[in-house]
Nanobody
Framework: QVQVVESGGGLVQAGEALTLSCAASGDIFGPNVMAWYRQAPGKQRDLVATITSGGRTTYADAVLGRFTISRDNAKNTVYLQMNSLKPEDTAVYYC???????????WGQGTQVTVSS
């Protein structure tokens, strides 16, 4: 089992920055991908960014150039640096840990990010 815990959400004004953290613990081994998703009220959960255990990253078009995903493998922690936040970035942000070989996934409970205009 893997436990995933997000932190760092909050209320900010448009144009400001915020950094989310996601710590994974438990049976951490082998290649994996950690990812951030977000879900706004009444909408589906969308992929925001991913990072492999080797450091390869991908981003959704909506956040490209504004958000940066990074990870500290020694701490089993992934970060999401969010700059130039917009009201449309308001959502619950979820972190996911996925074992690359088996495909088994573990989700966190989410952290709320609210951007006021």
């Amino acid at each position: 089992q893997v436990q995933v815990v997000e932190s760092g959400g909050g209320l900010v004004q448009a144009g400001e920055a915020l950094t989310l953290s996601c710590a994974a613990s438990g049976d951490i081994f082998g290649p994996n991908v950690m990812a951030w998703y977000r879900q706004a009220p009444g909408k589906q959960r969308d992929l925001v960014a991913t990072i492999t255990s080797g450091g390869r990253t991908t981003y959704a078009d909506a956040v490209l150039g504004r958000f940066t995903i990074s990870r500290d493998n020694a701490k089993n922690t992934v970060y999401l640096q969010m700059n130039s936040l917009k009201p449309e970035d308001t959502a619950v942000y979820y972190c996911k840990y996925r074992r690359t070989l088996s495909g088994v996934e573990y989700w966190g409970q989410g952290t709320q990010v609210t951007v006021s205009s």
